[in-house]
């Protein structure tokens, strides 16, 4: 839903929750379940539109973290780990 105004926004918002009860007393068990999920969560979409706040950076090192992870799942142990997580001319510095 991209909007030019907060009160297009807004209407955008009020076209979803009637779409979202049209969906739930559809009939159809995937739209419902999709509707009861998106409605539980209509909230979060909205703060994360209009608010400031974000935590994209702490999602971007926990992804990069697991990427890392499941790359070496049974290859290495911590000291890979380590020189995989720091930057190259740092990883020399650090030993066991």
Known sequence: MACASAGS?????????HW???AVNS???A???FARVLHRDLDAIYNAIELPWS???AEDQINRLKTIKRA????AGPELLRS??????QSRHHTK
Request: glycine share 10%.
């Open 20 to 22: 979202i009860d049209d």
């Open 9 to 17: 926004f807004a209407a955008a918002t009020e076209q979803a929750r």
């Open 31 to 33: 739209s419902e379940r």
């Open 84 to 89: 995989r997580m720091l930057p190259r001319d």
């Open 55 to 57: 935590n994209g950076q």
């Open 72 to 75: 070496m799942y049974g290859r």
């Open 27 to 29: 009939g159809l068990v």
